[in-house]
């Protein structure tokens, strides 16, 4: 069984600092890595979508990779702000339009 | 815009009484899913539905039913049977070429 795992589970930095989460996961066989965005009381908000044949995926300040051999995938923020204040949370889909297995995600705080 | 609209956002049940959560999407998307987030907790499947009449169980499906007469709906149905309903509540999609999974802003049930 898929299991995904997120460290840390929680991060506070300055603004300004570029940072790395970081999600692990158990089973290699995956087809879709997403990375999302919780903001408190919300829905989750796609960030990086990288699928198994991709190595990284990047969004503005955003940058997410992918080693699906060693079952892990990062995803580097770059000049943090303090709106990037929120959860983070990455999961895995073993085939397309299955179910996506979720990490408990990193909340994340971001200091002025 | 395309999207996934989630209603109602905020729920008040009493025990013992059924509650409906409306899904509904305007993307296209034939897979369509219904996860529970409880505090300090990852996201648990409750049903997901790959084509319209037909979906499957998920982690934690006791005490929850859907329907999938429409591609666009996918309501669930908290019954009287969920020992701890009180949760929030998020549905989401997947299609396209990618399989990108996106969520509505979610409903949160409290039980008094």
């Known amino acids: 069984k898929q299991e995904v795992t997120q460290i840390p589970a929680a991060l506070s930095v300055p603004e300004g600092e570029n940072l790395v989460l970081n999600c692990s996961f158990t089973?290699?066989?995956?087809?879709?890595l997403q990375w999302f965005r919780q903001d408190p009381g919300k829905g989750l908000t796609s960030l990086l979508l990288i699928q198994s044949s991709q190595r990284e995926q990047t969004s503005g300040r955003l940058n997410a990779s992918l080693d699906k051999s060693s079952g892990r995938s990062t995803l580097y923020i770059a000049a943090s702000q303090p709106g990037d204040s929120a959860t983070y949370l990455c999961a895995v889909s073993p085939d397309y339009g299955q179910n996506f297995v979720f990490g408990p995600g990193t909340r994340l705080s971001v200091l002025p | 815009d395309g999207g996934i609209t989630q209603s109602p956002k905020y729920l008040f049940r009493k025990e013992g009484q059924n509650v409906t959560l409306s899904c509904e999407q305007n993307l296209n998307h034939d897979a369509m899913y219904w996860y529970r987030q409880d505090p300090g907790q990852g996201l648990r499947l409750i049903y997901y539905?790959?084509?319209?009449?037909?979906?499957q169980k998920g982690d934690i499906a006791e005490g929850y039913s859907v329907s999938r007469e429409k591609k666009e709906s996918f309501p669930l149905t908290v019954t009287s049977a969920q020992k701890n309903p009180t949760a929030f509540y998020l549905c989401a999609s997947t299609g396209g070429d990618t399989g990108e999974l996106f969520f509505g802003e979610g409903s949160r049930l409290t039980v008094l």
């Open positions: 089973d290699s066989a995956i087809y879709n």
């Open positions: 539905s790959q084509i319209v009449n037909d979906f």
